[in-house]
């Protein structure tokens, strides 16, 4: 190891001697440089034990650091804290981590140097010493031998402190003039970062163990975990959402996300924008969910917060683990036998996975989870896409084969205009004949059989529905008052009597003992769409019974067999009694249903032309 040896001079000053063996070998070369001041001494003996009993790259002997390779604003530290400064687009919590990283992760091996090419500049090799000083938790070359020692970082974390490096050194060789001409992280071999180190970094709760969990939340962190759980929103955005962020998007409840709590430069929480633009999103809820934030909303300033600790200000994430979050594991581990030990965040992870179980797509978990671009959302959950192998292959044989059925979620999405122009090919059997399924999904299910159980009826626009679940009764009432709002606000705006908006609207739910209407008691939540459709009516010549709609948009429910359908467009042609002849188109793709309803016009005008009761003239003409 290097020392420094005291020598007095005759003129009474003392000469500081840092002297060592070339390697650390005792058959090394015996090294030496003097200094007039201890403390650069001791510097330079701590730089040496640092490099390995070597000379520090860049070190001249006798000379030091060039004097011109080392101006005081191009030294590493003032340049990379001076370089965060003028980073724009970021928070001020994210600066301050930053510098910090400068300060403790950085400084102790590249302070010393210049950032500039040359003697005493930083150089690749130093830079893959100090990517295996962290990898290894080794000191620094500036750190104090007594220093406790340093941790070792994962190579993911590696990763991201190297980002931050050459980012630095990358402003050096873009700057007017340039300092230099390369980065020296550009070559830089990184400790390899393979996909299971993702996979264990985040815990996804199966729905089951999430249930555990929650019932053992105290009852002041149940409600927050239900919206973290049902959103998958980031702490900093859940705990910021304030009554004015209860929004209703296509008629269904929603959360509008515009706000996140932040970290300012002096670590003071601060509500600021979220993470990042895309992270400005609403996000669609369910009817119970939007209820029990509404009745947590009640009484509330549009700004105050919906979720507050225990004194009354903000949750503070670390409270909220150490008295709500590990007891409740705990408990779910002694009562249910949980095994894993999920971090808050993972309820974000984990919503994230229950949606690729449901085959939701990509591109709409990651504007849901307010991710900036896809490439996050595949890096971070695409090792769980094997749920959607048999959707894969339902295209994968589609696209092989002309005659093969359009795969089940593409029809679903609306997209199946993407089909036009293929091949339509009927579909060929080969060998025995092939029993053929008839969807039966949409079919109104059975009711209870003796009609003798309790059912709670909802009157919608005059149309009674009957319901086996209260709950649902509720929810069909509350979305249908939701969805009809605008249309009964508007008819009482134009002096409507008050019987006319109240029977369009829903009424109830009423408690009966038994059913005794006709059609079925639903016992599950109908289904609903939002479908398009457009109408016309023919005379036997050809003309117009009258002049067509645009195409008429609404949400309808499953109950509503008039209106309801789940195809992206479909038609029809109907004869009507008096001789005129109908042309009706819907689905909830408007794009098709518009191609639908010339098409449907065009049958009807040729069924028209053949008419028998018509004039030949009158046809010609």
């Given at each position: 190891?290097?020392?420094?040896?005291?020598?007095?001079?005759?003129?009474?000053?003392?000469?500081?001697?840092?002297?060592?063996?070339?390697?650390?070998?005792?058959?090394?070369?015996?090294?030496?440089?003097?200094?007039?001041?201890?403390?650069?001494?001791?510097?330079?003996?701590?730089?040496?034990?640092?490099?390995?009993?070597?000379?520090?790259?860049?070190?001249?002997?006798?000379?030091?650091?060039?004097?011109?390779?080392?101006?005081?604003?191009?030294?590493?530290?003032?340049?990379?804290?001076?370089?965060?400064?003028?980073?724009?687009?970021?928070?001020?919590?994210?600066?301050?981590?930053?510098?910090?990283?400068?300060?403790?992760?950085?400084?102790?091996?590249?302070?010393?140097?210049?950032?500039?090419?040359?003697?005493?500049?930083?150089?690749?090799?130093?830079?893959?010493?100090?990517?295996?000083?962290?990898?290894?938790?080794?000191?620094?070359?500036?750190?104090?031998?007594?220093?406790?020692?340093?941790?070792?970082?994962?190579?993911?974390?590696?990763?991201?402190?190297?980002?931050?490096?050459?980012?630095?050194?990358?402003?050096?060789?873009?700057?007017?003039?340039?300092?230099?001409?390369?980065?020296?992280?550009?070559?830089?071999?990184?400790?390899?970062?393979?996909?299971?180190?993702?996979?264990?970094?985040?815990?996804?709760?199966?729905?089951?163990?999430?249930?555990?969990?929650?019932?053992?939340?105290?009852?002041?962190?149940?409600?927050?975990?239900?919206?973290?759980?049902?959103?998958?929103?980031?702490?900093?955005?859940?705990?910021?959402?304030?009554?004015?962020?209860?929004?209703?998007?296509?008629?269904?409840?929603?959360?509008?996300?515009?706000?996140?709590?932040?970290?300012?430069?002096?670590?003071?929480?601060?509500?600021?924008?979220?993470?990042?633009?895309?992270?400005?999103?609403?996000?669609?809820?369910?009817?119970?969910?939007?209820?029990?934030?509404?009745?947590?909303?009640?009484?509330?300033?549009?700004?105050?917060?919906?979720?507050?600790?225990?004194?009354?200000?903000?949750?503070?994430?670390?409270?909220?683990?150490?008295?709500?979050?590990?007891?409740?594991?705990?408990?779910?581990?002694?009562?249910?036998?949980?095994?894993?030990?999920?971090?808050?965040?993972?309820?974000?992870?984990?919503?994230?996975?229950?949606?690729?179980?449901?085959?939701?797509?990509?591109?709409?978990?990651?504007?849901?989870?307010?991710?900036?671009?896809?490439?996050?959302?595949?890096?971070?959950?695409?090792?769980?896409?094997?749920?959607?192998?048999?959707?894969?292959?339902?295209?994968?044989?589609?696209?092989?084969?002309?005659?093969?059925?359009?795969?089940?979620?593409?029809?679903?999405?609306?997209?199946?205009?993407?089909?036009?122009?293929?091949?339509?090919?009927?579909?060929?059997?080969?060998?025995?004949?092939?029993?053929?399924?008839?969807?039966?999904?949409?079919?109104?299910?059975?009711?209870?059989?003796?009609?003798?159980?309790?059912?709670?009826?909802?009157?919608?626009?005059?149309?009674?529905?009957?319901?086996?679940?209260?709950?649902?009764a509720q929810d069909v009432a509350d979305q249908w008052n939701d969805d009809h709002a605008d249309e009964i606000d508007a008819m009482r705006a134009d002096g409507w009597s008050e019987e006319k908006p109240t029977r369009r609207g829903?009424?109830?739910?009423?408690?009966?003992?038994?059913?005794?209407?006709?059609?079925?008691?639903?016992?599950?939540?109908?289904?609903?769409?939002?479908?398009?459709?457009?109408?016309?009516?023919?005379?036997?010549?050809?003309?117009?019974?009258?002049?067509?709609?645009?195409?008429?948009?609404?949400?309808?429910?499953?109950?509503?067999?008039?209106?309801?359908?789940?195809?992206?467009?479909?038609?029809?042609?109907?004869?009507?009694?008096?001789?005129?002849?109908?042309?009706?188109?819907?689905?909830?793709?408007?794009?098709?249903?518009?191609?639908?309803?010339?098409?449907?016009?065009?049958?009807?005008?040729?069924?028209?032309?053949?008419?028998?009761?018509?004039?030949?003239?009158?046809?010609?003409?």
């Amino acid at each position: 190891m290097a020392y420094v040896k005291d020598r007095p001079n005759k003129d009474g000053t003392t000469t500081y001697c840092v002297m060592w063996r070339k390697g650390g070998k005792a058959s090394g070369k015996q090294e030496s440089e003097n200094f007039d001041d201890p403390k650069a001494a001791s510097r330079f003996k701590e730089l040496v034990n640092g490099h390995g009993q070597e000379w520090p790259p860049g070190w001249v002997r006798g000379q030091g650091f060039v004097a011109e390779q080392r101006r005081p604003a191009t030294m590493f530290e003032p340049f990379a804290l001076a370089y965060v400064d003028r980073l724009t687009g970021i928070q001020g919590d994210t600066r301050s981590k930053y510098k910090k990283e400068i300060r403790e992760n950085m400084v102790p091996w590249f302070g010393p140097y210049s950032v500039e090419d040359g003697q005493g500049g930083i150089v690749r090799a130093m830079v893959q010493d100090w990517v295996n000083d962290l990898e290894a938790g080794r000191l620094a070359p500036m750190d104090a031998r007594d220093r406790k020692p340093r941790t070792k970082y994962a190579p993911k974390t590696v990763q991201n402190k190297h980002g931050l490096l050459s980012a630095i050194l990358q402003s050096a060789v873009d700057a007017e003039p340039s300092l230099r001409g390369a980065n020296p992280c550009s070559k830089t071999r990184l400790p390899r970062l393979d996909g299971a180190e993702d996979e264990e970094e985040m815990v996804f709760l199966e729905r089951e163990e999430w249930a555990w969990l929650h019932d053992c939340l105290a009852d002041d962190a149940k409600e927050l975990g239900e919206t973290i759980a049902e959103t998958g929103f980031r702490w900093g955005e859940a705990t910021a959402l304030q009554p004015r962020d209860l929004r209703r998007r296509n008629g269904r409840p929603a959360i509008r996300v515009q706000r996140a709590w932040k970290k300012d430069e002096d670590g003071k929480s601060v509500l600021g924008p979220p993470k990042t633009r895309k992270s400005r999103r609403t996000v669609v809820i369910t009817h119970k969910l939007d209820r029990t934030l509404r009745r947590r909303a009640k009484g509330l300033a549009p700004d105050a917060l919906l979720f507050t600790g225990p004194e009354g200000g903000k949750w503070d994430p670390g409270t909220f683990r150490r008295l709500r979050w590990v007891p409740a594991i705990e408990l779910a581990a002694e009562k249910y036998g949980l095994i894993k030990r999920p971090r808050i965040h993972d309820l974000r992870h984990s919503h994230a996975s229950w949606l690729i179980a449901a085959k939701v797509p990509l591109p709409a978990i990651q504007g849901r989870l307010g991710h900036e671009s896809i490439t996050t959302t595949v890096d971070r959950y695409g090792h769980l896409l094997d749920a959607l192998d048999d959707e894969v292959m339902a295209a994968v044989e589609w696209a092989m084969d002309p005659t093969a059925p359009l795969p089940g979620f593409l029809e679903r999405s609306g997209l199946a205009s993407t089909t036009d122009g293929l091949l339509n090919v009927p579909r060929q059997l080969s060998g025995l004949a092939q029993e053929i399924w008839k969807d039966a999904s949409g079919m109104v299910q059975d009711g209870p059989e003796d009609g003798s159980e309790t059912v709670f009826v909802v009157t919608l626009d005059g149309r009674e529905v009957p319901f086996a679940d209260r709950q649902d009764a509720q929810d069909v009432a509350d979305q249908w008052n939701d969805d009809h709002a605008d249309e009964i606000d508007a008819m009482r705006a134009d002096g409507w009597s008050e019987e006319k908006p109240t029977r369009r609207g829903a009424i109830g739910p009423e408690e009966r003992e038994q059913w005794t209407g006709g059609g079925p008691v639903w016992t599950r939540m109908p289904a609903r769409e939002f479908v398009h459709s457009a109408l016309a009516s023919h005379e036997p010549d050809g003309a117009l019974s009258y002049e067509p709609h645009p195409v008429m948009s609404r949400w309808t429910w499953e109950f509503e067999h008039d209106g309801f359908t789940t195809k992206a467009a479909e038609f029809r042609i109907e004869f009507r009694p008096g001789g005129t002849t109908e042309a009706h188109a819907r689905g909830i793709n408007k794009a098709a249903v518009r191609r639908a309803f010339e098409q449907a016009r065009m049958d009807a005008l040729e069924v028209c032309s053949q008419n028998p009761n018509l004039d030949p003239v009158e046809s010609r003409a």
